[in-house]
């Protein structure tokens, strides 16, 4: 480990990883050092992000197609880690999808589920699956990326909305459950970026105007170092980045 690569000998598992902020993270991470096992639907979209980490970093990544929806794939996720490496150091889930925007009594079944099992239901299986290799390490974090549209919905946004609700519901109760361990559990909000999720919920916006996702690898990296302190608090990148700025001295 150096100082340019402090998380070297890291093993970091991160979900949706093919684009977005999964993808930023994912080379952050590996930037920092990090192993990293990819995970996301498209095997072409993974073979980019291994292309670009093997630029950087002279180092492959481990790459897992994987759909979140399916929970067999999750449980064997796990299995297939312990054997291969027998502990997770860093987990990042980003994967998530955004649904339908429409009121709540016009979304079909099937939609409903969707986002349900992807947002939420994926969280609960990835910590089943991931809690033992977590604890194998001398000091975990787990990484959740959040909406602010969990605690405050608004109209149209019903599915997506439930399911980060119920995601950091998921994880602040586990987070309680991690206090004695050397787990730390923490639930981020990266706010508005420029992201094709956020292109399809507001196609009329400039994206020229928001963040680009690789602005947050800096805080990921930050937190996957670091005691993350208060579990049930979530980390506003926001906030962190207008921290960060503050304390720059001004040329």
Same mark, same amino acid.
């Given at each position: ?71 067999? /794939? ?116 990266? /706010? ?60």
């Amino acid at each position: 480990m150096t100082a340019d690569t402090p998380l070297a000998d890291k093993i970091a598992l991160v979900t949706g990883a093919s684009r977005g902020i999964g993808r930023a993270s994912a080379l952050a991470l590996a930037d920092a050092g990090a192993h990293i096992v990819a995970t996301a639907r498209t095997q072409g979209a993974l073979e980019s992000l291994d292309d670009e980490i093997l630029s950087r970093t002279g180092r492959r990544a481990t790459l897992v197609p994987l759909d979140l929806a399916e929970p067999a /794939g999750l449980d064997a996720l796990g299995l297939a880690l312990h054997q291969r490496f027998g502990r997770l150091d860093i987990l990042v889930h980003a994967g998530a999808v955004l649904g339908a925007i429409t009121p709540v009594s016009h979304v079909e079944p099937g939609l409903w589920d969707r986002v349900m099992t992807v947002n939420a239901t994926s969280s609960w299986r990835l910590i089943r699956s991931m809690e033992p290799l977590l604890k194998a390490s001398e000091a975990a974090r787990a990484l959740f990326i959040t909406s602010s549209l969990a605690a405050a919905p608004r109209a149209f946004w019903g599915p997506y909305s439930a399911s980060k609700a119920a995601m950091e519901a998921i994880v602040r109760t586990w987070a309680d459950e991690l206090e004695n361990s050397r787990v730390r559990a923490v639930l981020i909000d990266p /706010g508005a970026m420029r992201t094709r999720m956020r292109a399809e919920a507001y196609p009329g916006e400039d994206p020229t105007t928001l963040p680009e996702p690789a602005e947050i690898g800096p805080m990921i990296v930050e937190l996957a170092l670091g005691d993350p302190g208060q579990p049930t608090a979530v980390r506003s990148f926001r906030a962190w980045k207008a921290d960060r700025e503050a304390q720059t001295p001004s040329v």
